[in-house]
Each structure stands twice: as C-alpha cells, then as structure tokens.
C-alpha cells in the first residue's frame, strides 16, 4: 500500500514538472521567440550586411546587394553615437589628420567684436602721373611696379610734336616781342599750360633751339603703385602714366554683417593685428563706415586708417581687429574656420567635429558659411565656439565615414542609395577648364598605372607609380582655377594625393602600399567626381579589404581586378557607380 502512494505521488510530481516545462516555459519565453524588433528600432538601431558594411538601413530586412539577412549594426560597442565614426591613431598618423580648436575656448571677453579684412592703399594719399601734352613715351624712367619715386624726381621724356611746333612759334615770337608783346606772352603762356616751367622757356629762348623731348616730373612722392604706359607708348594729352601711392598711411578694410552694424560707430577705437606681425598690435579708430550695404554678401564695409611710417604694413595683407563694445551691445564672439576644413558639396558646406578630446572620434556637422578672408571662412551658424573639428585631412575623414556607412559628404542621411548614380549626386560637378582637366587627366593615368601595379602584386612597378603621381601633381596648374570652390577644393585634395602618394613612393611593402592606396583613391574618387578627365571611369568596391571594412578604387574597365588582393581575391568585388 504504501508502495502504490509512493508511485503515485512520484507520478504526480513528474506531471507537475512536466507541465511546468511545457507550459510555464512557454509562458515566459512568450514575446521573445516573436522577436519583436520594436524596441531596436524605436532605440535608432541600425541594420547593415557582414558582406557589405556599406549597406545600412533603419529596419531589418535583406541586403540588396547579395540578398542576405541583415544584422544589427553595431553602434554602441565603444560607446559611439550613431553618426560618430573612430580612427586608430595609426590612421591618423597616416594621414596626417590635424585638428584645432575653434573660436576661442577660454574667452571671457565676450565685449569685444571681431572683423576680419585687408590692408588697402590709403585712395586719399593717391596720386595719377599724367602726360600734358600728347607724343611717344621715348624714356620711361619707371621699370617696375612697387619702385619709390620722390617729388621732383624725372618719370619719363616725351617727343611732343605739339611742343616742337609751340617753340617754333616761341622764337619766332620772341624776335617780334617789342612789336608784339601781346603775341610774345601768348605764346609763352601756351607752353606753361603744358607744365613747361619759366627757366625752360628761358633756356629755348635763350640757345634758339628747339628741343624735341621734354620731360615729366613726379609731383608726389611715394611707391608705384600701377604702371599705365610703357617706354613707346603714343599718349594723348591727360592720359595717365603711372599711379603713386603713398604708403605712409593705409586703410584697413573690414566686412561688417548686418546684425552688427549697430554695434559700430565711426570713432570708436579698434585694434588691429596680422598674421604677419602677430605679437604687434595697432591702434587706430573706424573713420568711415559704409552707407549702403553690399545685397550679395549682406555685409557693410567698415575702414580704418592706419599709421605706416615703418612701411610693414602692406596692401593686400590680411588683417583681424577687436573693436570693443559697450556692454549693452556685447555678443557671441564670432567663429572662424580655415577652408581645408570645409567640405563644399554643391549644397551643403561640412566640418568634421572631434566630439571626444581624448580618442580619435568625429562626426560630421552641416555649418553656414559666411565671408571668406584668404583662406578663412567665417561661420555662421553649426559650430560652437571651443569646439574642436578637423582641418587637415578631412577628406581622410570622410573616406572613413563612407565606408562605415555614416553620415558624410556624399551620403547626407546615413544610408547607403541603392542606386549609384543617386549616391555619387550630390558631389556636383565644378566648371574648370579644359586645360585643368587635362593636367588632371595625367595625374588619373599614373593612378590607374599603380592600380594596375598592385593588381599585379608588383610593389616596385607602384613605387614608380606613385613617384609619376607626384611628379604631375606638381605640374597641376592651381591659377587655372577660377572659381573660389574650385580652388579651395582642390588645394585640399592636392595635399591628400601628394601625402597618399609620398607614403607608397616610400614604401616596398605592398601590404602597406596598399593601406595608402585606400587613401589615395577616397580622394581621386573626390576629384574626378568634381573636376572630369573627360572619360568614362568605373568607381569599384571590395567588401572585404580594410578589415572587412570595404574600399573603393576607380578603374576604366568594367570587369573586377582587384588591387587590394592581387591574385589571390583578383575577382572580388563589384562596380559601385561611374563618372563621365
């Protein structure tokens, strides 16, 4: 008996236990196996390919390259934000990434206004050497363009056919003077209306001959600012022949916007400081202040006249002054970046912003642009002053942005256009001139001569290459770029290719040759997308190569050859987009 309630409460235990397993689990796991998604993508999760890092989309679902599923993206492993990308200083190093801080972190002067501007030459001190009388320039005692000339001094002698005739007229005059003095004075007043002095009508008049070249004196004295005329230049009477400035005065031209234009009076005090002379400063007080405003770029000019009696002061010279406010009119101190930093688009100007001070992570800012001085841009909006963004290098950046699947130049909303064409759109094309283009052309030849190199697994034939790139590089023309974009872009790109290059033309290991020409072709992609070589060019990508991280490099073949792997992966990747 006791036996059977023995098996029997056994039997009714594993029931209990069984059901326990088959149900109670079921219970708990209820919600899971569903896998609901939900909460990823409520919490920005992003989905991406282990074949094609470049894919990256909001939801889950397949790759539209090879089909397969994707997998969550992975954002938060080192603490990043979702559009936050990070380098290894060994890459930073490679490319020679530089940062700095912008505006000035530790100001406290938050009454002081900054405008930037130029050095011009004082227009009130200016002075045109004309010709008086009309003949050919037989001596121009001018020979260059900056040359100090002195009050008194002979600028240039002029047959005058006109004068050879009034001192004929003189003698024969002079002859009849006690008859005819009206006559007489007549004639010797024509000639002082030509600035021909009383000692020389005296001298004519005195020898009886008449001279055929007279001369021109400077009547100021100061530095040759423009040469009008050359030696054997015919002149009408009254044309100018050269224009004197007197330097011992200068303006100091500024740009002023219009939400500052009542901050500024004329006489308030400024100082004045150049990258020339930067621990000099110069005191001086706004003299004239622009009654209309320029509508295209919404400024107002602001001017100051500067004390130059040491003459380093220098027209064209860029210059920066602290205008002090009072403290009723004190605003946010203004933020000035270097053009290398910004990267212009057709529609979007972008800085990369270091967003941790101690590790190498960046992330990609959309900025407003105001005025450009020399190679500084004002910004208007984007940037806070004390951050910290890129200014060498940022292409460098954004290659690594693109092959993360973030936010960068050519990808403004994270994810990765599943048409090419689409995805290469928004580097506009820039206007240059077919003879850029050209020079441009020889640097993309010695391109594809290393690419071809490195396909081949031949590290001697890439340094020679990479030696060819740098050579024509420096034959690249920059003054046939007109347009300010342009050039600005390009003396960004320039200084990429030429670090890229310098590093293989270095090195014989291809491994490490190839880690450059990851670099190298990042910004070639960058070139010929905004300038044309006037050829069909295959833009091509291996998922496999920088760590699985992916590469592009540009072919004109259509057919894969792989420069990362050589023979041994020669067949992997596929054609990612073209430019014409």
């Known amino acids: 008996m006791k036996k059977n309630i023995i098996y029997i409460g056994v039997a009714l235990i594993i029931g209990v236990l069984g059901g326990f397993l088959l149900f109670g689990g079921q219970t ?28 990256m989309q909001p939801e889950p679902g397949d790759c539209p390259i090879c089909g397969m599923d994707l997998i969550p993206a992975e954002s938060g492993g080192e603490g990043l934000a979702l559009n936050e990308i990070k380098m290894t200083n060994n890459a930073m190093a490679l490319a020679n990434i530089q940062t700095v801080v912008v505006g000035n972190a530790n100001s406290t002067d938050g009454n002081i206004l900054l405008l930037s501007g130029k050095i011009m ?18 001596k121009l005692n001018v020979n260059f363009t900056g040359e100090e000339v002195r009050k008194g001094q002979l600028l240039a002698t002029i047959y005058a056919p006109e004068l050879v005739a009034a001192q004929q007229e003189l003698l024969t005059a002079a002859s009849m003077k006690e008859s005819q003095p009206g006559l007489y ?59 004197v400035s007197n330097l011992g005065t200068v303006w100091a031209m ?69 205008v002090e406010l009072s403290k009723s009119t004190t605003t946010e101190p203004q933020i000035s970046v270097p053009a290398s930093a910004v990267l212009w688009t057709g529609n979007r100007s972008l800085v990369y912003v270091k967003t941790n001070p101690n590790d190498p992570i960046f992330e990609m800012r959309e900025v407003g642009l105001g005025a450009k001085n020399g190679d500084m841009y004002t910004i208007i909006d984007g940037l806070n002053n004390g951050e ?30 599943l048409d090419p064409e689409n995805h290469l759109a928004e580097n506009e094309r820039l206007e240059v001139s077919s003879k850029f283009q050209t020079q441009l052309k020889a640097v993309f030849d010695d391109y594809i001569l290393l690419k071809d190199a490195l396909v081949n697994d031949n590290s001697n034939d890439a340094q020679t290459a990479a030696k060819k790139i740098e050579e024509n590089l420096a034959k690249v023309d920059m003054k046939l770029l007109k347009d300010e974009k342009a ?11 030429n670090s890229s290059v310098n590093a293989i033309g270095k090195s014989s290991e291809i ?7 990851n670099h190298l072709s990042a910004h070639m992609i960058n070139s010929v997308q905004l300038f044309g070589v006037n050829e069909k060019v295959y833009i091509e990508f291996c998922p496999m190569a920088d760590s699985n991280k992916g590469a592009y490099w540009l072919s004109l073949e259509k057919e894969i050859r792989n420069p990362y792997y050589g023979e041994s992966m020669l067949k992997c990747g596929e054609v990612s987009g073209t430019l014409e």
């Open 511 to 517: 491994a490490t040759q190839r880690g450059h020409f």
């Open 487 to 497: 050039h600005d872009h390009w003396m960004t790109i320039q200084n990429e290719l």
């Open 28 to 55: 708990s796991n209820n919600g899971k196996d569903n896998h609901d998604h939900s909460k990823e993508i409520a919490s920005n999760q992003m989905w991406t390919c282990s074949m094609h890092p470049q894919i």
């Open 121 to 138: 030459a004082n227009e009130e001190a200016n002075a045109v050497q004309a010709s008086y009388f009309e003949g050919r320039i037989e």
């Open 388 to 417: 910290e963004i890129v200014t060498n290098g940022t292409f460098t950046v954004d290659a690594a942005a693109q092959l993360q699947g973030k936010r960068s130049m050519m990808n403004a909303g994270g994810q990765t256009e």
């Open 254 to 322: 500024f740009d002023a916007y219009e939400n500052q234009i009542s901050q500024l009076k004329k006489g308030q005090k400024i100082i004045v400081t150049t990258n020339a002379y930067p621990n000099k400063e110069f005191e001086a007080t706004v003299s004239f202040i622009n009654p209309t405003l320029n509508t295209a770029s919404r400024t107002v000019s602001v001017r100051a006249t500067l004390n130059n009696k040491d003459a380093i002061l220098k027209p064209g010279m860029f210059v920066t002054s602290k």
């Open 185 to 243: 004075n007549a004639v010797r007043n024509k000639l002082k209306l030509w600035k021909v002095s009383e000692d020389q009508i005296n001298q004519i008049e005195t020898s009886g001959k008449v001279r055929e070249n007279f001369p021109i004196y400077a009547t100021v004295s100061g530095t040759v600012s423009e040469k009008m005329a050359e030696q054997g230049d015919y002149v009408k009477q009254g044309q100018p022949i050269i224009k």
